[in-house]
């Protein structure tokens, strides 16, 4: 049915907005079997989510669901890992919002009843959703016999993809409204009182030229400052709350890389050499480089200066069938062959009429239309203008009459350029692309130039299987050799390899620099530290694209409160640093001279200008919120008391104050409540994603 294909081509981007949790439940044979049917159900946990248990079964079922809805608007058969790993996530979001917030919409009596979602799909106002799959392309609007065309057509025939895509659209709309209105329900709890939009429009009003005399917690060396034991567990019992850590683990790692040696370039020069009679010979030089070229033939036309100068003084000295080389571009081998010489233009003046297709159905009668199209201008005499207007299926053109201006050379798809480039001026073409049937005309054509096409073998230089075995045995000797950290390490020095370090999260796709690294991830996460980590045969050797890649954990970290122990060091820093503070208040206490400041405690004096509530770095001294807080609660000539910041203790002296200009309280009232209302929504769902208690374990299975 034609109304599905408008769906997947228009619903792509409104779907995505609101994608959710899929219909159908997949049940995934016998999978991890287990004696009990307790410890199966722990093998098969996903997830924990606000005390639901999510299993394996059930949530690849999401994805797979949500796979084929991607594939139905896409159109395509199968998935990049790019894309999965998309998709994947998306059905997390979507599961973890759903079972976050159910029981709170049943708190707070929020559904989306039946009649409402009757009105979501049919009413006067339907959801964006469906606005944007049944928008008629001509008028902008919601084109509404096809929607009572559609939805008839479900009453009776409520099977197949179709009807469960169907099912899908339907429950993205009740997710995203009853989302909806548990926002509005707490933007309608938010209020700005008149006091508050005052005192915001004061604050932002006030801009302070000042002076900062400033000592820095540096100038105070470590040894002025004792810090006890005691000092150190107060400061973490009272911040650990600053010490919330997430569940990752930290490797060590060498690679060795599988580089292409000396003997598989010479093989690659002697294979060129060899091969160049039979490409000389070749009657179809385009389908023998497609053959035997690691890069397809390419049947663009260059100009001379479009070419390396070693490329295009041979091209434009030569004659069809002479080759070049072989010789060495980069990291390949090359071969190149003169094909063919065009005088061609750099632009052309061209019009078109489209009609579209999306596929075999579509592309039939788009052809028959535009033969019928053809034949009125041809045999009628209708002008071509006209009919564009009228029929072209392309918005940007057809109110010119189809006319697309000037084109040049790289502008359009491979069959339309080479339409329009070696089509004759005014001839009639029709031309298929991807997006439809096209009746061309060449209308004005610039002035043409030689260029060449090239026929061009090209072959990378790669490691032979023997070059992979050589370098498989180093890293096995290495990895046999070099058991426990300490011999890791020392082997390292010892031969002179470049060591390196990641911090990898239990979801993270790829250990960064290491292709395809996922399964050195899921290993790390279960090895023990101090382990030389080992994948799921038990080989400690990793092959990672073009490399094999031997790695060491060398520390774990669960989720929650870091361990004193674990952040001493910079717990210790932290109390020294408020004891340096301390002193260096007590220091500049009670001096209202900031002269006074340089002579007794070395402060430096930075003035800065139009200083508000809103300003965070300070000219000349950096980022330190604390100074602008002081400054705007200041007069004229006021001086603070020295205050604490981010690097040192300053004390500010305001010279003189800016009254702003801005009076107009209902707008800062508004703006105000439009802030809050926007940042309670992600705060209050935050509170609640981390009130769920959320157990992910997807790590274990993907």
């Not at 973890?96 to 979602?117: H, Q, W």
């Not at 070419?307 to 070049?324: C, H, Q, R």
């Not at 697309?404 to 031309?431: D, H, S, T, Y």
């Not at 031969?495 to 993270?508: F, I, S, V």
């Amino acid at each position: 049915m034609a109304t599905l294909q408008k769906i997947r081509n228009r619903a792509g981007i409104a779907i995505a907005i609101f994608i959710g949790m899929a219909l159908a439940a997949f049940i995934l044979g016998d999978l991890f079997k287990s004696s009990s049917s307790i410890m199966r159900g722990k093998k098969m946990e996903i997830a924990v989510i606000d005390g639901n248990t999510v299993t394996y079964p059930e949530f690849q079922a999401k994805v797979d669901e949500l796979a084929d809805i991607y594939k139905m608007n896409s159109g395509k058969t199968s998935l990049d890992q790019k894309t999965t790993d998309q998709i994947k996530e998306q059905t997390w979001q979507s599961m973890v919002r759903n079972l976050t917030m159910k029981d709170i919409y049943e708190n707070l009596g929020i559904s989306v009843c039946s009649t409402e979602l009757f009105d979501l799909v049919q009413g006067k106002n339907p959801h964006p959703i469906i606005q944007s799959i049944f928008r008629d392309p001509n008028t902008g609007t919601i084109n509404r016999p096809a929607l009572i065309q559609f939805l008839k057509y479900q009453q009776t025939n409520n099977t197949g993809k179709e009807h469960n895509y169907w099912l899908f659209v339907e429950n993205q709309i009740i997710e995203e409204r009853s989302f909806s209105k548990y926002n509005n329900l707490l933007a309608k709890g938010m209020y700005i009182t008149s006091e508050e939009a005052k005192s915001d429009l004061k604050g932002r009003n006030h801009k302070a030229n000042i002076q900062v005399a400033s000592k820095l917690y540096a100038s105070v060396p470590d040894n002025d400052v004792k810090v006890s034991d005691s000092d150190i567990q107060a400061y973490y019992d009272k911040n650990k709350e600053k010490y919330k850590q997430e569940n990752n683990r930290s490797i060590e790692y060498v690679s060795f890389p599988v580089v292409a040696s000396k003997a598989d370039e010479d093989k690659l020069i002697k294979w060129s050499n060899d091969i160049k009679p039979e490409f000389a010979a070749a009657a179809d030089p385009a389908a023998f480089v497609n053959i035997n070229s690691d890069v397809s033939f390419d049947p663009t036309f260059f100009k001379k200066g479009e070419l390396s100068p070693e490329i295009g003084n041979f091209a434009f000295s030569g004659k069809v069938g002479d080759i070049y080389g072989p010789y060495k571009d980069n990291k390949s081998w090359k071969l190149v062959k003169i094909q063919r010489f065009e005088d061609l233009p750099d632009s052309v003046q061209a019009r078109h009429i489209l009609i579209k297709a999306n596929n075999a159905q579509e592309l039939t009668k788009a052809t028959t239309t535009i033969d019928s199209i053809k034949n009125l201008i041809v045999v009628k005499g209708m002008k071509f203008e006209d009919i564009a207007r009228s029929k072209s299926q392309d918005n940007g053109s057809a109110n010119n009459g189809g006319a697309l201006g000037w084109i040049r050379r790289g502008m359009m798809v491979k069959p339309f350029e080479e339409a329009v480039f070696f089509g004759k001026l005014n001839e009639l073409q029709v031309v298929k692309t991807q997006y439809g049937i096209h009746l061309v005309q060449v209308t004005s054509r610039g002035k043409t130039l030689p260029n060449v096409q090239l026929a061009t073998i090209d072959r990378l230089i790669e490691p032979s299987s023997q070059t992979y075995q050589a370098t498989y045995t180093k890293a096995s000797k290495f990895a046999s050799s070099n058991q426990d950290p300490k011999k890791f390490n020392e082997a390292i020095l010892a031969q002179g390899l470049n060591k390196r370090m990641a911090t990898l999260g239990e979801n993270d796709k790829d250990v960064p620099g290491l292709e395809n690294s996922r399964l050195l991830i899921r290993a790390a996460f279960n090895a023990k530290a101090g382990t030389i980590i080992s994948g799921s045969e038990g080989t400690p050797i990793f092959e990672l694209g073009s490399q094999f890649v031997i790695a060491v954990l060398t520390s774990e970290q669960e989720k929650g409160i870091a361990s004193l122990n674990s952040v001493k060091a910079r717990v210790e820093g932290e109390v020294k640093k408020e004891k340096k503070a301390q002193q260096l208040i007590e220091k500049m206490s009670g001096k209202t001279d900031l002269n006074q400041l340089t002579t007794t405690v070395g402060a430096t004096i930075t003035e800065a200008k139009d200083i508000s509530f809103d300003t965070y770095s300070i000219p000349g001294v950096g980022f330190e919120p604390a100074i602008a807080g002081a400054a705007t609660a200041l007069e004229s000539n006021q001086v603070s008391k020295p205050v604490a910041g981010t690097s040192g203790v300053y004390v500010i002296k305001v010279s003189s104050v800016n009254p702003g200009s801005d009076q107009d309280l209902a707008a800062d009232k508004q703006k105000l409540s439009a802030s809050v209302g926007y940042r309670a929504n992600i705060n209050a769902f935050e509170a609640l994603r981390e009130h769920a208690k959320i157990v992910d374990k997807r790590g274990k299975f993907y």
